[in-house]
C-alpha cells in the first residue's frame, strides 16, 4: 500500500510518499512548493486556490511514478478558516491569522465571559489569532451567509471529495470545544454569533472522508485517491510521529513555530497552566497535547528575508557558532516579534530600549535568536514541570528545527535535559501513520513510534555544564523591566 501525506505549513508544503519496506518506514518527497500570506487592501490572505491546485500537480507526479491507487492525509496549520455558502463557494479569501485585525480582541471578549470561564471549558491558551477572536472580528453579513465554516485541512479535503468534516485536532485550537461535553460550546458560540450547525459534523484522526473526484480535475491525470482525515492539525500529526518511549518525556515539534508539551491522557486545567498559558488541543486517540505555543524559526525567517545578502540556514549556524553567546536577552513570544515590518530592525530596536548591546553582524543576529529561543524552551521546560508535578527526563525534538545541532545543545545545556534530536519529517510521518493505522497495516501508535525509532537517524544531546540558572535569571530581569518600562506597572 503507498500512502501520500500532504502536509502544509505557513512557509511551504509537500507531499511525501510512504510505505513499509523490510519492515521499516521508507519515505521520499515527490513534491514541494512554497507558501505564505499576501497583503491585499490591509489585510492578510492565504492563497488556498494556489495551495489546492499545487496538491493536484503533486498527485499527478504520484501517479506519474506508476501508482495508480494510494491513500492521501492533509495537515496544515491550525485556527485558519473559510466561510462557504448554501452552494458550498467561498464567500471570501481565507485571512491568515498573522493578520493585525484581532490584537485587542481577546479583551474585549474577556470583558463578556472572563478568562478563567473559557479557560476553564477550553482548556485552551489565549492566543490573540485563536478562531474564536477571528470569528468574533468577522464581518456579520458575511457571518449570516454562511452555510458552513470549515477548517483549512478540512475545506481541502472537501474540494477533493465533497465530503465536509471537522477533524477535533485542529478544531480544538479555535478556543470553541468544551472539554467536558467534547463538542462546540453553545455559550461561547454564541458570544460570536455562530450557530452549532454552521460547523461540519466533527470526526476523530482516522476517519475515511471518500474518494478523490476525479471528474472535478479533468486536467490533471490522478491516481484513484482514498482521503482518509488524519491529525489535520500539523502539530497533532508531528507528535504522533514524535518516537518518545517511556513515561517522562516531552516533545518540541520546532517550525516556523515551537510547540513544546506533553502527551497527557486527560485535561490539565489549572491556575498555573492558566497563568503560564498552555494549552490542551485535541490530539489523536482521545489524548490531549498538553503545550505551550512558542515563536520558532519564523524570527530567523524574517531576519533571512531582510538580509542583503542571501544566507541559507546552516550558514546562519556557522555564523552563531562564531560569536559568544548571551549578549542580548529577549522574549520572543512578546506581540512586536509577531509580523514587524522588519524583524531586525525590531530585535536591534529593542535591545536598545533594554540598554543591551545590539546585534549588528549576521552571526550577532543568529547567535541573538538562537541563545534565546533555548532560553525559552528552558524556562518552558521548567514551567511544564511545575504544573503537571512531573519530572521531564528527556526532551524529543522533531520537525526542521532539528537539524540545527548548535541550537539543540543549547537547548539541552540550558533546560539540564537529554535532548533527542529527529527525525525532521515527523509531521510527514505522522500523518502517513495515522493513514496506516487506519488501513489497519501499523496495529497502533505504541507500534508506530518503535517502526519510527526503527526507521529514522535520532541523534543525542547531553547537557554540558554551564551556568543556566544565572542566564535564565538573567533573562527573566531583561523582560521584567522591558515590561516595566512599556507599562508602567509590575
Same mark, same amino acid.
Given at each position: 500500500m503507498i500512502y501520500v501525506a500532504v502536509d502544509i505549513g505557513a512557509s511551504s508544503g509537500r507531499l511525501v510518499l510512504g510505505g513499509i519496506k523490510d519492515n521499516k518506514l521508507k519515505i521520499k518527497e515527490i513534491h514541494r512548493f512554497s507558501n505564505g500570506f499576501t497583503v491585499k487592501d490591509g489585510t492578510c490572505y492565504w492563497d488556498i486556490d494556489y495551495l489546492l491546485n499545487e496538491i493536484l500537480k503533486g498527485l499527478q507526479v504520484v501517479k506519474s511514478l506508476g501508482y495508480d491507487q494510494c491513500t492521501v492525509g492533509i495537515d496544515t496549520w491550525a485556527v485558519d478558516y473559510v466561510l462557504l455558502d448554501q452552494k458550498g463557494k467561498r464567500l471570501r479569501e481565507v485571512v491568515s491569522y498573522r493578520d493585525g485585525r484581532t490584537k485587542q480582541t481577546?479583551?474585549?471578549?474577556?470583558?463578556?465571559?472572563?478568562?478563567?470561564?473559557?479557560?476553564?471549558?477550553?482548556?485552551?491558551?489565549?492566543?490573540?489569532?485563536n478562531t474564536i477572536y477571528q470569528l468574533y472580528e468577522e464581518d456579520q453579513e458575511k457571518l449570516k451567509n454562511t452555510n458552513q465554516i470549515l477548517m483549512v485541512p478540512d475545506y481541502l479535503g472537501y474540494c477533493l471529495t465533497g465530503v465536509a468534516v471537522t477533524e477535533v485536532t485542529n478544531a480544538s485550537t479555535t478556543q470553541l470545544l468544551n472539554l467536558n461535553s467534547r463538542t462546540f460550546d453553545d455559550e461561547l458560540l454564541?458570544?460570536?454569533s455562530v450557530k452549532r450547525e454552521q460547523f461540519a459534523r466533527l470526526v476523530e484522526p482516522g476517519t475515511e472522508l471518500g474518494m478523490l473526484k476525479k471528474e472535478w480535475f479533468s486536467s490533471f491525470d490522478?491516481?484513484?485517491?482514498?482521503?482518509?482525515?488524519?491529525?489535520? #492539525?500539523?502539530?497533532?500529526?508531528?507528535?504522533?510521529?514524535?518516537?518518545?518511549?517511556?513515561? &517522562?518525556?516531552?516533545?518540541?515539534?520546532?517550525?516556523t513555530w515551537s510547540l513544546l508539551g506533553i502527551e497527557s491522557a486527560v485535561p490539565i486545567v489549572n491556575e498555573l497552566a492558566l497563568q503560564h498559558n498552555y494549552t490542551n488541543e485535541w490530539g489523536a486517540f482521545q489524548t490531549i497535547r498538553f503545550l505551550k505555543n512558542i515563536i520558532g524559526m519564523w524570527i530567523i525567517q524574517e531576519v533571512r528575508r531582510h538580509l542583503e545578502q542571501d544566507y541559507d540556514f546552516a550558514q546562519f549556524v556557522e555564523e552563531a557558532k562564531k560569536v559568544k553567546g548571551f549578549h542580548q536577552f529577549i522574549n520572543f513570544n512578546d506581540e512586536r516579534f509577531m509580523n514587524p515590518a522588519n524583524m531586525i530592525d525590531e530585535i536591534q530596536t529593542y535591545c536598545?530600549?533594554?540598554?543591551?548591546?545590539?546585534?549588528?553582524?549576521?552571526?550577532?543576529?543568529?547567535?541573538?535568536?538562537?541563545? &534565546?529561543?533555548?532560553?525559552?524552551?528552558?524556562?518552558?521546560?521548567?514551567?511544564?514541570e511545575e504544573i503537571t508535578g512531573k519530572t521531564i527526563d528527556q526532551l524529543h525534538i522533531v520537525g526542521g528545527g532539528a537539524y540545527n545541532e548548535h541550537l539543540n545543545q543549547l537547548t539541552a545545556d540550558l533546560s539540564g535535559k537529554v535532548v533527542y534530536a529527529g527525525p525532521t519529517e515527523a509531521t510527514a510521518i505522522g500523518n502517513l501513520i495515522m493513514?496506516?493505522?487506519a488501513t489497519k497495516e501499523v496495529k497502533d501508535l505504541e507500534a508506530a513510534r518503535q517502526l519510527i525509532r526503527d526507521s529514522f537517524e535520532?541523534?543525542?544531546?547531553?547537557?554540558?555544564?554551564?551556568?543556566?540558572q544565572a542566564i535564565i535569571q538573567k533573562f527573566k530581569e531583561?523582560?521584567?523591566?522591558? #515590561?516595566?518600562?512599556s507599562t508602567g506597572s509590575l
Open positions: 481577546i479583551e474585549k471578549v474577556t470583558k463578556l465571559v472572563s478568562k478563567e470561564k473559557i479557560y476553564k471549558k477550553t482548556g485552551i491558551q489565549f492566543l490573540p489569532f454564541d458570544l460570536i490522478l491516481p484513484n485517491c482514498k482521503v482518509i482525515t488524519v491529525a489535520t #492539525h500539523d502539530t497533532a500529526s508531528a507528535v504522533i510521529g514524535t518516537p518518545g518511549f517511556g513515561e &517522562n518525556w516531552a516533545y518540541l515539534s520546532s517550525g536598545k530600549e533594554t540598554n543591551q548591546k545590539v546585534p549588528e553582524t549576521v552571526g550577532e543576529l543568529a547567535n541573538c535568536i538562537y541563545n &534565546n529561543l533555548a532560553i525559552i524552551y528552558a524556562i518552558a521546560i521548567e514551567e511544564l493513514q496506516m493505522i535520532i541523534k543525542k544531546y547531553t547537557p554540558n555544564e554551564i551556568n543556566r531583561v523582560v521584567l523591566y522591558d #515590561h516595566v518600562r
